[in-house]
């Protein structure tokens, strides 16, 4: 049986007749760049994360540029992030010429391990004026960048707490987590940090046709300083109070997410339900040793925009599934600590252990909720063949 590892085209079929009527509304209007469309797809935005405001933007990429700069970060600046996750963590650190410092994660939850922060900054940090300095390298520390990977919230808690003491804002990346939900905490991702990051690629949980993002935040000032940053630091047509740059939402976009918002939370209960079919089929297996299940751990609420596996014999595992057509992917298989383009950073391998076994043993499986019984059956049967 074929199965692929992620399929749209279910999900569009049963979403067209609201989607066209509204797209034709749009080009019959002619309002394709922010608008009345993208006001309520924010204002819709906030509502679910509980936030006080939500700003729309071309990408998740640029979400995370414009919430460094909007707390400050710039030219030599330390953010403080992990080496597991998506490129654009880091590459928007380096895209405002601040520095890209790594810290490892929790190998359960694949997320930023809060003791690594606090022993960094424990060792590290120095606080003169206010400011929180390197003092390694003499450089400021501008912020703390979690990832909620995977569709799980980083343990927001210990982050927060940390982040309080040495007086360092926080940057949630919550491209893959809308929905998510902190189990310590009880607040959904974006509604924790000063700034929540999301992005609406195709393949998230929460889609566009094409790319698309947002910024959750509770901040009135730092919402209207988004607002500005994303049309060039515009303050009023044509007058602009700093440098920013084109990072506006589509109307078409805005439209099509706004109409898919209201039916997150079902895909999520689907995604969820699909976990526990896995996870039950894997355990009565016996499968200890050879394969370990994802963990929700301090009671969150994982969406599981992806289902991870961390499995023996990971890359031949790979070849065989595709090879029967079953669909799997490798998220990620070169921790950022390790890509050419950061080699001037002058980390080494052997440097982030658990993000560097992570990105060698861990394998992505279907996971979106039209799966049928038959697929999901047909995944588990090959893994197991393989290992039998």
């Keep these: 049986m074929q199965v692929p590892l992620l399929d749209l085209?279910?999900?569009?079929?049963?979403?067209?007749?609201?989607?066209?009527?509204?797209?034709?509304?749009?080009?019959?209007?002619?309002?394709?760049?922010?608008?009345?469309?993208?006001?309520?797809?924010?204002?819709?935005?906030?509502?679910?994360?509980?936030?006080?405001?939500?700003?729309?933007?071309?990408?998740?990429?640029?979400?995370?540029?414009?919430?460094?700069?909007?707390?400050?970060?710039?030219?030599?600046?330390?953010?403080?992030?992990?080496?597991?996750?998506?490129?654009?963590?880091?590459?928007?650190?380096?895209?405002?010429?601040?520095?890209?410092?790594?810290?490892?994660?929790?190998?359960?939850?694949?997320?930023?391990?809060?003791?690594?922060?606090?022993?960094f900054l424990s060792e590290s940090a120095e606080k003169r004026d206010?400011?929180?300095?390197?003092?390694?390298?003499?450089?400021?520390?501008?912020?703390?960048?979690?990832?909620?990977?995977?569709?799980?919230?980083?343990?927001?808690?210990?982050?927060?707490?940390?982040?309080?003491?040495y007086g360092i804002p926080v940057v949630e990346d919550a491209a893959q987590s809308i929905g998510s939900m902190d189990g310590n905490l009880k607040k959904k991702a974006g509604n924790m940090g000063k700034i929540g990051c999301f992005s609406f690629f195709p393949s998230k949980n929460l889609g566009a046709f094409g790319d698309g993002g947002a910024l959750s935040t509770n901040d009135e000032n730092i919402a209207n300083r988004l607002k500005s940053l994303r049309m060039h630091g515009e303050s009023t047509r044509y007058h602009h109070n700093e440098v920013g740059f084109n990072s506006r939402l589509d109307a078409l976009q805005a439209a099509v997410l706004e109409i898919k918002l209201k039916y997150l939370d079902g895909w999520t209960a689907g995604r969820q339900k699909n976990a526990a079919y896995y996870n039950e089929a894997f355990e009565n297996a016996g499968c200890d040793g050879i394969l370990a299940t994802p963990k929700a751990v301090n009671e969150n609420h994982h969406i599981y925009n992806q289902y991870i596996l961390?499995?023996?014999?990971?890359?031949?595992?790979?070849?065989?599934?595709?090879?029967?057509?079953?669909?799997?992917?490798?998220?990620?298989?070169?921790?950022?600590?390790?890509?050419?383009?950061?080699?001037?950073?002058?980390?080494?391998e052997g440097d982030f252990p658990e993000a560097e076994k992570a990105a060698n043993e861990t394998i992505a499986l279907p996971i979106y909720p039209e799966l049928t019984t038959e697929q999901k059956d047909a995944v588990i049967k090959e893994i197991l063949d393989f290992y039998r």
């Excluded at 400011?131 to 808690?157: C, E, F, S, W």
């Design 310 to 348: 961390r499995v023996k014999d990971r890359d031949k595992l790979v070849d065989y599934l595709r090879e029967l057509g079953i669909g799997c992917a490798i998220y990620y298989p070169v921790p950022l600590h390790l890509q050419k383009c950061f080699e001037y950073l002058g980390y080494r």
């Design 130 to 165: 206010g400011v929180v300095y390197n003092q390694r390298t003499g450089r400021r520390i501008g912020a703390i960048l979690p990832v909620h990977l995977y569709g799980q919230t980083a343990d927001m808690k210990q982050i927060l707490s940390i982040a309080e003491e």
């Design 9 to 119: 085209k279910i999900q569009y079929r049963a979403l067209k007749d609201e989607i066209e009527p509204k797209i034709k509304d749009i080009c019959d209007r002619q309002y394709f760049v922010l608008g009345p469309d993208v006001v309520s797809f924010e204002e819709k935005t906030a509502e679910y994360c509980g936030t006080a405001h939500a700003v729309g933007c071309a990408s998740g990429s640029d979400a995370l540029v414009l919430a460094l700069m909007a707390v400050d970060v710039t030219r030599d600046v330390e953010v403080l992030t992990t080496p597991y996750t998506f490129f654009a963590t880091a590459g928007a650190i380096a895209r405002i010429c601040a520095v890209p410092v790594f810290l490892d994660i929790d190998p359960v939850s694949y997320n930023l391990d809060p003791e690594r922060l606090r022993a």
